[in-house]
C-alpha cells in the first residue's frame, strides 16, 4: 500500500462528489485552452467521440493507441476503447496520457520504481507493457465481453506478471451484470454454485475463487454474494493470480472511494476488500497513485514534453 504521507487527508471525510466537480471543471478549462469542439449540456465531454484523440495530449500516443485497435481488429480482436473516451474524466484516456508516452518512448523506468517503492518486484529486464490485455481460457469466456485488464507489464519470456486497473472519478470496482440485470437475487452461491447463472454456463469465476480459498472466511459466511458490488476486484484480482501475478489499482489519491487514511485508519475499498481475502492472496495487492507516478516521472527530466501538460490537465497544477 502507498505511505501513509502520500495519501493524507486533512479532512477525515472527503467527499467524492467535490473532487468530481472539480475534475469536470478543470476538463472543461483544459478543452476550451485546446479549443475543443464540446458537448452544449457537458463541456467535459467532446462534442463526437470520434475526436477522441483530442483527448490525448501527444499525438504519437494517439496514433500508437489507433494502430493497435486496427492491428486487434486484423487479428479479430477486440481492442476496446472505452464509450467515454473521449470523456474529459475518462480513465482509460488519463491512463493512455499517463502511461502511453512511457510504452511510446520505451522508458518503463518511472513505473518501475513507483513499483518497486511500494514493494513489488519487477519482472526484470526486457519487460513491456500492453493496453488492453485479455485471456479467454483463464476463466472459459468464449463469448460475449472477456475479461479485460487496462494494462500489463510482460517479463522477457513474454508472460504477463504485473495487472493494472485504472481509476479516475469511478465511485466502484463494477458488480455482476447478471444481478444488475434482475436475473439474480444476489444470494451467496459459495454452498451451491447451482445457484449462480455464470457457473451454469461454464464460467469459472467460483470454481476459480474456491482454487484460491478467496470464497472462505467472511465471503463464505455472508448471506450476499460478493460480487453483486465486487464483481471486478475479484475477477481481475484471480485473472492475476492465474497468471502468478500481482494486481495493482492506479488510482488518484484525490478521491476518497479507494483509499484514505485517517487516525481512525484506513479506509476505501482496497483496504476493505483485501481484508476478506486470505494472506496469500492479499500479498498480491497493491495500490499506486497517479501522484506518486507523475513526481517520479518529474525526477527523470526525460518526458518533460508532456508532463506538465497531464498536470494542467488534470489538475495536479493551475
Given at each position: 500500500?502507498?505511505?501513509?504521507?502520500?495519501?493524507?487527508?486533512t479532512?477525515?471525510?472527503?467527499?467524492?462528489?467535490?473532487?468530481?466537480a472539480?475534475?469536470?471543471?478543470?476538463?472543461?478549462?483544459?478543452?476550451?485552452?485546446?479549443?475543443?469542439?464540446?458537448?452544449?449540456?457537458?463541456?467535459?465531454?467532446?462534442?463526437?467521440?470520434?475526436?477522441?484523440?483530442?483527448?490525448?495530449?501527444?499525438?504519437?500516443?494517439?496514433?500508437?493507441?489507433?494502430?493497435?485497435?486496427?492491428?486487434?481488429?486484423?487479428l479479430?480482436?477486440?481492442?476496446?476503447?472505452?464509450k467515454?473516451?473521449?470523456?474529459?474524466?475518462?480513465?482509460?484516456?488519463?491512463?493512455?496520457?499517463?502511461?502511453?508516452?512511457?510504452?511510446?518512448?520505451?522508458?518503463?523506468?518511472?513505473?518501475?520504481?513507483?513499483?518497486?517503492?511500494?514493494?513489488?518486484?519487477?519482472p526484470?529486464?526486457?519487460?513491456?507493457?500492453?493496453?488492453?490485455?485479455?485471456?479467454?481460457?483463464?476463466?472459459?469466456?468464449?463469448?460475449?465481453?472477456?475479461?479485460?485488464?487496462?494494462?500489463?507489464?510482460?517479463?522477457?519470456?513474454?508472460q504477463?506478471?504485473?495487472?493494472?486497473?485504472?481509476?479516475?472519478?469511478?465511485?466502484?470496482?463494477?458488480?455482476?451484470?447478471?444481478?444488475?440485470?434482475?436475473?439474480?437475487d444476489?444470494?451467496?452461491?459459495?454452498?451451491?454454485?447451482?445457484?449462480?447463472?455464470?457457473?451454469h454456463?461454464?464460467?469459472?469465476?467460483?470454481?476459480?475463487?474456491?482454487?484460491?480459498?478467496?470464497?472462505?472466511?467472511?465471503i463464505?459466511?455472508?448471506?450476499?454474494?460478493?460480487?453483486?458490488?465486487?464483481?471486478?476486484?475479484?475477477?481481475?484480482?484471480?485473472f492475476?493470480?492465474?497468471?502468478?501475478?500481482?494486481?495493482?489499482?492506479?488510482?488518484?489519491?484525490?478521491?476518497?472511494?479507494?483509499?484514505?487514511?485517517?487516525?481512525s485508519?484506513?479506509?476505501?475499498?482496497?483496504?476493505?476488500?483485501?481484508?476478506?481475502?486470505?494472506?496469500?492472496?492479499?500479498?498480491?495487492?497493491?495500490i499506486?497513485?497517479?501522484?506518486?507516478?507523475?513526481?517520479?516521472?518529474?525526477?527523470?527530466?526525460?518526458?518533460d514534453?508532456?508532463i506538465?501538460?497531464?498536470?494542467?490537465?488534470?489538475?495536479?497544477?493551475?
Open positions: 500500500m502507498p505511505s501513509s504521507r502520500s495519501l493524507a487527508r479532512w477525515p471525510y472527503p467527499r467524492h462528489r467535490h473532487f468530481e472539480n475534475m469536470r471543471a478543470t476538463a472543461k478549462g483544459w478543452f476550451e485552452t485546446k479549443g475543443c469542439e464540446v458537448s452544449k449540456r457537458k463541456p467535459y465531454l467532446l462534442s463526437k467521440r470520434e475526436n477522441w484523440k483530442e483527448n490525448i495530449i501527444l499525438p504519437e500516443v494517439a496514433s500508437f493507441i489507433d494502430d493497435a485497435a486496427e492491428s486487434q481488429s486484423k479479430r480482436r477486440n481492442f476496446p476503447l472505452h467515454y473516451i473521449h470523456h474529459g474524466l475518462s480513465s482509460q484516456a488519463m491512463l493512455f496520457n499517463l502511461l502511453g508516452p512511457m510504452i511510446v518512448k520505451e522508458d518503463l523506468n518511472p513505473l518501475k520504481e513507483v513499483i518497486q517503492n511500494n514493494g513489488i518486484a519487477w526484470g529486464e526486457g519487460s513491456t507493457a500492453r493496453f488492453e490485455y485479455e485471456d479467454r481460457s483463464i476463466f472459459n469466456e468464449d463469448s460475449g465481453q472477456p475479461t479485460s485488464i487496462d494494462m500489463v507489464v510482460i517479463d522477457n519470456r513474454d504477463p506478471k504485473i495487472f493494472i486497473e485504472a481509476k479516475f472519478v469511478e465511485q466502484e470496482f463494477g458488480g455482476c451484470s447478471v444481478f444488475e440485470a434482475g436475473d439474480c444476489g444470494r451467496n452461491p459459495t454452498g451451491n454454485l447451482a445457484l449462480c447463472y455464470l457457473d454456463i461454464g464460467r469459472k469465476y467460483w470454481s476459480l475463487m474456491k482454487h484460491h480459498k478467496i470464497d472462505l472466511g467472511v463464505g459466511k455472508d448471506s450476499t454474494c460478493i460480487f453483486a458490488n465486487y464483481y471486478q476486484f475479484f475477477r481481475e484480482l484471480i492475476a493470480l492465474e497468471h502468478d501475478g500481482v494486481f495493482i489499482l492506479l488510482c488518484d489519491e484525490r478521491n476518497p472511494v479507494f483509499y484514505v487514511t485517517g487516525e485508519g484506513n479506509r476505501g475499498l482496497i483496504p476493505f476488500l483485501t481484508e476478506l481475502l486470505p494472506e496469500e492472496a492479499s500479498g498480491h495487492v497493491s499506486i497513485t497517479i501522484q506518486e507516478l507523475v513526481e517520479q516521472i518529474k525526477q527523470t527530466g526525460t518526458h514534453d508532456w506538465v501538460e497531464f498536470e494542467k490537465k488534470y489538475g495536479l497544477i493551475d
